[in-house]
């Protein structure tokens, strides 16, 4: 069984800094991609950034130049860092890993918990 756990949530000031980690652990043959999503209250859960393995990151426009997504494959773990936060950052952020627990395929979909993050003004 696999379980992603996340880290490093809070409130802040806008303007300020946060990183928030996501472990993956269990039965992990081989972790195709990593990344980060959020929601905020009355809002469909959109893409904050992603990291495939081998493959180039990508970003939400509104986050383009603010956060930077990083993974340690070493061990299993990937990185928002947040930077210049804004109050439209305020969410609920989850860690998404893709992941092939025992051979190269199947591949499946993890969620972590989620986090919340509130920026004040």
């Known amino acids: 069984q696999v379980q992603l756990v996340e880290s490093g949530g809070g409130l802040v000031q806008a303007g300020g800094s946060l990183r928030l980690s996501c472990a993956a652990s269990?039965?992990?043959?081989?972790?195709?991609?990593m990344g980060w999503y959020r929601q905020a209250p009355g809002k469909q859960r959109e893409l904050v950034a992603a990291?495939?393995?081998?493959?180039?990151?990508k970003y939400a426009d509104s986050v383009k130049g603010r956060f930077v997504i990083s993974r340690d494959n070493a061990k299993n773990t990937v990185y928002l860092q947040m930077n210049s936060l804004k109050p439209e950052d305020t969410a609920d952020y989850y860690c998404?890993?893709?992941?092939?627990?025992?051979?190269?395929?199947?591949?499946?979909?993890?969620w972590g918990q989620g986090t919340q993050i509130t920026v004040s003004s």
């Open positions: 269990g039965r992990i043959f081989s972790i195709n991609a």
């Open positions: 990291l495939p393995s081998g493959g180039s990151t």
């Open positions: 998404n890993a893709r992941i092939a627990p025992h051979k190269p395929l199947p591949v499946f979909d993890y």
